[in-house]
Every structure is written in structure tokens, then in C-alpha cells.
């Protein structure tokens, strides 16, 4: 069974940085595009990166300061976010095995159980 398990969110102050990691178990995705997404409360999950054997991708939002990378070998993948913001707080959520637009929350087969971030100003 396949699952996706977070970790590494935790408070930070606005300005500092986290490195939340998703751990994939009882699959390989080094072949899949795997994702991170965001959920604030009372608004929908949005698209924040991509990684995939060819690249990466990113939402404008975080372009210059948040960067998605694997480690194949531990089959985990990892968002490294710089210079946050408190309006970045939410739930982070890893995403696996994409088909269709990388944006989009209905592409993806697999999720994680989020892990949550909190910007504090």
C-alpha cells in the first residue's frame, strides 16, 4: 500500500525558513511526478511545486524562494522554503503519481496527511 507520510513543518518566524520532507513507502516514484501543495484555513489547496525526472516546477508565488529536490535513494522528496511569510501558513501536503495538469489537486493519485507550517509575524 502506498503511502506518503510528511514531516518537518513547525513554527518559524516571518522571514526564517523549514524544510518539510515526505517520506513515500510501498512505491518507487522516482519515474512520477511528485508534488507539494498548500491548504491556509477556509481556502482551497493550492498548487506550490513539482519535481519529476525531467525538472521541476514551481507556482509564481514561491519561484524565488522555495525550491522542491528528491533524494532518490531514501525515495523522499523535499520543499526547502526561505523568507516566509505568515501568509504562508498552512498545511503542506505531498502529492504522487500526476497525470494531468501539475497544478491541479485532481491529478494526483496519491497524499500525504500534511504537515503544518505557521509564520508567525
Known amino acids: 500500500q502506498v503511502q506518503l507520510a510528511e514531516s518537518g513543518g513547525g513554527l518559524v518566524q516571518a522571514g526564517g525558513s523549514l524544510r518539510p520532507s515526505c517520506a513515500a513507502s510501498?512505491?518507487?516514484?522516482?519515474?512520477?511526478?511528485m508534488g507539494w501543495f498548500r491548504q491556509a484555513p477556509g481556502k482551497e489547496r493550492e498548487f506550490v511545486a513539482a519535481?519529476?525526472?525531467?525538472?521541476?516546477y514551481s507556482a509564481d508565488s514561491g519561484k524565488s524562494r522555495f525550491t522542491i529536490f528528491r533524494d532518490d535513494a531514501k525515495n523522499t522528496v523535499y520543499l526547502h522554503m526561505s523568507s516566509l511569510k505568515p501568509k504562508e501558513t498552512a498545511v503542506y501536503y505531498c502529492?504522487?503519481?500526476?497525470?494531468?495538469?501539475?497544478?491541479?489537486?485532481?491529478?494526483?493519485?496519491?497524499w500525504g496527511q500534511g504537515t503544518q507550517v505557521t509564520v508567525s509575524s
Open positions: 502529492a504522487a503519481e500526476a497525470y494531468g495538469s501539475l497544478e491541479l489537486v485532481s491529478s494526483y493519485r496519491h
Open positions: 510501498g512505491h518507487t516514484f522516482r519515474r512520477h511526478y
Open positions: 519535481i519529476w525526472s525531467g525538472g521541476t
